[in-house]
């Protein structure tokens, strides 16, 4: 799977980087930046809620062809 | 994501329809009473097993859509089709009267009560003061003022104190002091104003006198960090607006104002509610008093069960928009009820409960969409210094009172506690 981030959506909450902050970072404007747009394990796991918990819509799972 | 079809609306069933007169299903005035901290108002699941929402009569005599499933809540808020403006007609809760209506038309709105480009822009510039690691760099500092507060309550010889005065006002209107910039020789000035001026039993003369006092002042601390600018979020902001052309000081004061109410009040209240929730839990006290690992998940849930901010999630709907079966009309109002979606069986396993493990972060105690608390990481920090230090510095804390003898604010629209008599 892989994760998109829209920072034009992004309203810097920071719920995401708050679930793993090895997959997501803030700029130090606020917005989303991605560490990882493939995380694997435990880590994709976290990114999944990530994306359930953005309050904004921001970000969005594509899965991808050989995901398991 | 914003724009929601009529057969795909979230939390509703497409077998759902909305019963007789356009969902009435109660003939209690909203906002309710919560009887209690451990309990919510019935009338929310009545209007929930109905549909998930309903009309019903507000205390101001108007009507509004009243929201009460989780999905159909998260739906709402993210949905750019309604409208935060507290200006409008029908915004429930704004008094009807003419002479508030014209006060409240004449003030300039602040980023809360902003719609879509306009409130992004607004939200952008102040966004990344509240990173995550921003916030981080204040965790010491606010472990410093925790601390204080707590040494000066062992310093009574009584063991006894009201927690609200000695620890739930004080902290979070330090920490926004430190935010801010106030310099520590204001502290007293803008404490002993910020206290009573979100206290409801303040007579609103006061508070009106009170709120014009602090207006003033913050507007010559901005006067102040424009000629002599320092490491905090004003003087950012001032440097930020300057360098972009905009700078304005009465925008910039009715920001730091809106910080200012949003972020004490609140945290004021989920200190006192959490330490009651926490002392009438022992078995689930003595767990993260043992591993603070498990004071974050707590915090979560003690945000969850209080739902403090229950109605401030009011919109009004600027077109007709069908949710399921039913249809709001533009200009209708609607209350996307934080409690009622944070106690939904759907999505929280035996809602009443208080499961300090259970740890679910996507509870809308912090709303949801564009205008989700800004002040969110800040928040939970705080909270989890405050109940991290003051159990494991008082590890003998109570009640020193029944909890039916607590004056919980029964007319508040964020619930908390009045007074909080402890003991040790
Ligand atoms: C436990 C404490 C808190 C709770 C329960 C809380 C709750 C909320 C809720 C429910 C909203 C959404 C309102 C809406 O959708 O119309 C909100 C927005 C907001 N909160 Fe908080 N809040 C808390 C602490 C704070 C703190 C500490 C600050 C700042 C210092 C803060 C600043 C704000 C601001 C500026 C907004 C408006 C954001 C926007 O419109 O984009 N809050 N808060
Ligand atoms: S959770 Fe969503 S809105 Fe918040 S910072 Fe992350 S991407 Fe942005």
């Known amino acids: ?68 | 994501m914003t724009e929601t079809a009529s057969t795909t609306t979230p939390g509703i069933s497409s077998t759902t329809t909305s019963g007789p007169a356009s969902g009435e299903v109660t003939d209690a005035e909203f906002p309710l009473e919560r009887g209690c901290p451990f309990s919510t108002p019935t009338e929310y699941e009545q209007i929930r097993e109905h549909s998930p929402l309903a009309k019903v009569r507000l205390t101001t005599g108007r009507e509004a859509w009243w929201i009460a499933g989780h999905e159909l809540g998260r739906a709402v808020l993210a949905d750019r089709r309604f409208s935060s403006d507290r200006r409008r007609d029908n915004f429930p809760f704004v008094s009807t009267d003419p002479e508030t209506r014209k006060q409240l038309q004449d003030q300039p709105t602040s980023m809360i009560g902003m719609d879509g480009a306009e409130h992004a822009q607004a939200r952008r510039a102040l966004m990344g003061e509240f990173t995550v690691r921003r916030m981080a760099g204040l965790r010491p500092r606010i472990q410093q003022i925790v601390d204080q507060h707590i040494d000066e309550m062992l310093s009574s010889d009584q063991r006894t104190a009201d927690l609200v005065e000695a620890l739930s006002l004080p902290v979070p209107s330090l920490v926004i002091c430190e935010l801010l910039g106030v310099p520590y020789a204001d502290h007293d000035f803008f404490q002993a104003r910020s206290g009573p001026l979100i206290r409801h039993t303040t007579p609103t003369e006061v508070r009106l006198r009170i709120q014009k006092e602090l207006n003033t002042y913050l507007g010559a601390l901005i006067d102040r960090k424009v000629t002599d600018p320092t490491d905090d979020l004003l003087s950012r902001q001032i440097a930020k607006h300057h360098a972009a052309g905009t700078f304005d000081r009465t925008s910039l004061v009715s920001m730091a104002f809106l910080l200012l109410i949003a972020g004490h009040e609140t945290t004021a209240n989920m200190i006192s509610l959490g330490v009651v929730g926490l002392l009438q839990h022992p078995d689930q006290l003595a767990m993260i008093k043992e591993d603070p690992e498990k004071t974050p998940p707590a915090v979560e849930e003690l945000l969850r069960y209080f739902t403090i901010a229950d109605t401030v999630t009011a919109r009004v709907a600027t077109e007709d928009v069908q949710l399921g079966d039913t249809t709001i009309n533009a200009g209708d109002g609607v209350v996307i009820s934080g409690l009622a979606a944070d106690h939904d069986p759907t999505v929280f396993t035996d809602p009443d409960r208080l499961d300090l493990e259970r740890g679910a972060r996507h509870h809308v105690a912090f709303g949801f969409g564009p205008h989700q608390c800004i002040g969110q990481t800040l928040a939970r920090m705080e909270l989890q210094i405050v109940f991290d230090t003051l159990f494991r510095r008082i590890p003998t804390l109570r009640l020193a009172a029944p909890l039916d003898d607590i004056p919980f604010k029964s007319d508040a629209f964020v619930y908390g506690a009045e007074r909080l008599p402890v003991a040790w």
């Open chain 1, 1 to 68: 799977m892989r994760i998109e981030a829209d920072t034009d959506v992004c309203i810097g909450a920071g719920q995401c980087v708050l679930t793993d902050p090895t997959v997501f970072d803030q700029h130090d404007d606020g917005i989303v930046m991605l560490i990882t747009k493939h995380p694997e394990g435990g880590a994709a796991h976290r990114a999944r809620e990530a994306v359930e918990l953005c309050p904004s819509g921001a970000l969005s799972l594509i899965e991808e062809p050989g995901d398991s």
